[in-house]
C-alpha cells in the first residue's frame, strides 16, 4: 500500500457552479470555499502531512476586475476569520506564488504564515498568484545569480516546494483534463485524478475514494 505525504489539488469548477445553481460565478467561489473546509478536515482525518491547493494562478489575472476583488476579499475574510482555527488545528499556513498583492493583503498573508510557522500537523500550500514555468525560471535564475550547477537536486531546491516532498497524488475536479501551469516540475511522477465533479460538489467521500484507490496503484518510477 502507497502511503499519502502530499496532495495536490485543482479546485476547478466553482464559476461553472455558481452560474448552474445561483446565476453568478462569485457565489460559485463562496460555496467552493466550503469544499476547502470539508477537504482540510478530510486530510487532517488521514493524517496527510502536505495539501497543496490551486486558488489563484498567473494567468487568472485575466479575468473581469470585479471577479478577482471578490476572489481576494474572500481570501481575506478567510484568513481574518480563520487564522485562530489553523493555529488550534496545528495547521502551518504557507504561501506559494509571488507575494506581490496590496500592501494590506501582502501583510495579512505574512501574518498567517508567521503565526502559523511552528505548526506541524498538517501543511497547508496556498498556491497564488502561483505559475508553474515562473517558479521555473525563478529558479534557475538563482542557481545562475549564485554560480551552481544545473542540476535536478538545485533545480527542487530552489521551487517554493523546496523543503516538501512532491505530491503522490494530484486531483483535478471540474471535468477538465490539463495541468494550467501547476506544478509542472513536482508532478513528474504524481498519479493524477480527473474529477467530473465541480469544486462546490465535491465531498469528503470522493476524495477518499481517491485516497483509497491511490494506495493500490503500483508505483514503478521507471522500474518494473
Ligand atoms: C476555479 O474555479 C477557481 C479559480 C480559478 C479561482 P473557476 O473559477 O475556474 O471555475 P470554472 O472553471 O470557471 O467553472
Ligand atoms: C486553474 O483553473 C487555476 C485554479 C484552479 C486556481 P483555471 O480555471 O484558471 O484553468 P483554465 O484557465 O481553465 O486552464
Ligand atoms: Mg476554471
Redesign the pocket.
Same mark, same amino acid.
Given at each position: 500500500m502507497n502511503s499519502i505525504k502530499h496532495v495536490a489539488i485543482i479546485m476547478? *469548477?466553482? *464559476?461553472?457552479w455558481g452560474i448552474k445553481y445561483k446565476k453568478s460565478r462569485n457565489l460559485g467561489h463562496k460555496e467552493g470555499l466550503k469544499t476547502v473546509e470539508k477537504i482540510i478536515k478530510a486530510t487532517l482525518k488521514n493524517k496527510i502531512k502536505y495539501l497543496t491547493l490551486y486558488a489563484f494562478s498567473t494567468e487568472n489575472w485575466k479575468r473581469p476586475k470585479k471577479e478577482i476583488n471578490f476572489l481576494f476579499n474572500l481570501l481575506e475574510n478567510f484568513l481574518l476569520n480563520k487564522i485562530s482555527d489553523l493555529i488550534k488545528q496545528n495547521i502551518k499556513l504557507k504561501i506559494i506564488g509571488k507575494k506581490n498583492f496590496s500592501s494590506k493583503l501582502n501583510k495579512l498573508l505574512n501574518l498567517s504564515e508567521k503565526k502559523t510557522i511552528q505548526n506541524s500537523k498538517l501543511q497547508i500550500n496556498l498556491a497564488l498568484n502561483y505559475g508553474s514555468k515562473s517558479e521555473i525560471i525563478s529558479a534557475l535564475n538563482e542557481i545562475k545569480k549564485n554560480k551552481l550547477k544545473i542540476s535536478e537536486s538545485n533545480i527542487s531546491k530552489n521551487l517554493y516546494t523546496k523543503t516538501i516532498p512532491d505530491p503522490d497524488i494530484l486531483i483535478r475536479t *471540474?471535468n477538465?483534463k490539463r495541468l494550467?501551469n501547476f506544478l509542472l516540475w513536482q508532478l513528474a511522477y504524481s498519479e493524477i485524478f480527473f474529477e467530473k465533479k465541480l469544486w462546490p460538489d465535491f465531498i469528503e467521500k470522493d476524495y477518499i475514494r481517491i485516497l483509497n484507490n491511490f494506495k493500490k496503484i503500483k508505483r514503478n518510477f521507471g522500474n518494473i
Open positions: 476547478d *469548477g466553482n *464559476g461553472r *471540474g477538465t494550467s
